[in-house]
């Protein structure tokens, strides 16, 4: 890299992101110059935001709630995964002109292979719980990882059929009413809905029928341990919580601004949770 890294991460609201410490203290492990912020943008004025970037020389920009899909039109250009997606969280800058990409699917799987090192995907039966934005990643993630089939449940029906048809013949489509007996032979359960995170309702799940051999895992961080998470361990199913995720969908974003492919360690994830 020749210049300083200029990067931020742009969101409404923006105050709570964990993205500038994660970042911050890759900037400070690798001796780079540079700075990684918070920069708080309204959707009323994204246009003129993401200008104002271009203008002052940012290297590129990370994108959470609200503008992880309207961003998608301000790109120039949107790869792949961004697009089978529908989202967009990295943006890079190169010539005054925005390239678009997910790293949220790397996040997920990468989490995932570091907490469980011995967990295969290819060939196994999961379960998805929600069909949110967060659902869209992981589903692309597990199809990418060669699992043999996606049972999907979401309270509202039609959100799940949508998103089956980013692989019909892999996702298999069930009322939300059903999730305890969808669990029944079944290797791997992740909740992707916002259920259980602090300030929302628990998820109610009887975890009866899932196998003691299956993985759990829950993209919600905060709590840690999620309710789900300790019922699943209480039972004797190993799980692996949402922090990871988080930490590892940044690297990708700071290795295509930077060159350089950052690590997650345990001292990341314990600095970043104080
Ligand atoms: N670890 C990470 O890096 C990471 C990354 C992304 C997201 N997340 C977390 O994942 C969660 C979902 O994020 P998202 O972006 O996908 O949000 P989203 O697009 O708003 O989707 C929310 C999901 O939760 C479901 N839901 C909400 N309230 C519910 C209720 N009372 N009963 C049943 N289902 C309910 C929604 O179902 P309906 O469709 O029926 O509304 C939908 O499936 C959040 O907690 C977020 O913090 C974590």
Known sequence: MTKPLKACVIGYPIKHSKSPLIHGSWIHDHG???SYEAIEIHSDNLENGIRNLI??????????????????????????????????????????????????AFGFLEN??????????????????????????????????????ITLTNRTKERALDLQRMAPDLIRVEDWRDRNKLLKNKDFLVNTT???????????????????????????????????????????????????MLLHQARPAFELWTDIMPRVDQALEDQILK
Do not use: W
């Not at 503008?67 to 790869?79: A, N, R, S, V, Y």
């Not at 792949?80 to 967009?88: F, L, P, Q, S």
């Open 32 to 34: 780079l110059e540079g």
């Open 55 to 104: 203008d002052q020389g940012y290297s590129g920009f990370s994108v959470t709630v609200p503008h992880k899909q309207t961003i998608m039109d301000l790109c120039d250009k949107i790869d792949e995964k961004a697009k089978t997606i529908g989202a967009v969280n990295t943006v890079i800058i190169k010539d005054g002109k925005l390239y678009g990409t997910n790293t949220d």
């Open 112 to 149: 995932i292979k570091q907490k469980e090192p011995d967990f295969n995907f290819e060939n196994i039966s999961c379960v998805v719980l929600g069909a949110g934005g967060a659902a869209r990643a992981v589903i692309y993630a597990l199809q990418k990882a060669g699992v043999k089939e």
């Open 194 to 244: 916002s259920l259980g995170m602090q300030g929302q309702a628990l998820l109610e799940i009887d975890l009866d029928a899932l196998p003691q051999t299956a993985l759990v895992n829950d993209i919600v961080y905060a709590p840690l341990m999620t309710d789900l998470l300790t019922q699943a361990k209480e039972r004797g199913n190993k799980v692996v919580t949402g922090i990871g």
